[in-house]
């Protein structure tokens, strides 16, 4: 469960806001399958092969610092409406 802290808690508020995510940190082991399942991989691992590295390219401010967990959850809810 230590992989939660990748994903910020203001990200997560979002997706259980837009219904992808039910859980609660109450639940890690629940929240955690959840956010797998959200991004479309089965472990850790293979998030972090495909989500940690993004192959999309995309602007960043340099007056601000990018979240990797952060920028996943919202490349992914494009990918999800683009599919949609």
Known sequence: TDWLDA?????IKTLRKL?????????PGA????LLAFFGVSTIEAWGSIWAKPSAAFL???AF???QGAVAVWLRLGELEAIS
């Open 60 to 62: 960043k401010s340099p």
């Open 19 to 27: 219904g992808h995510v039910t859980a609660t940190a109450r639940d």
């Open 7 to 11: 994903i910020p808690a203001p990200a």
């Open 31 to 34: 929240l955690l399958q959840q």
């Open 65 to 67: 610092e990018a979240h």
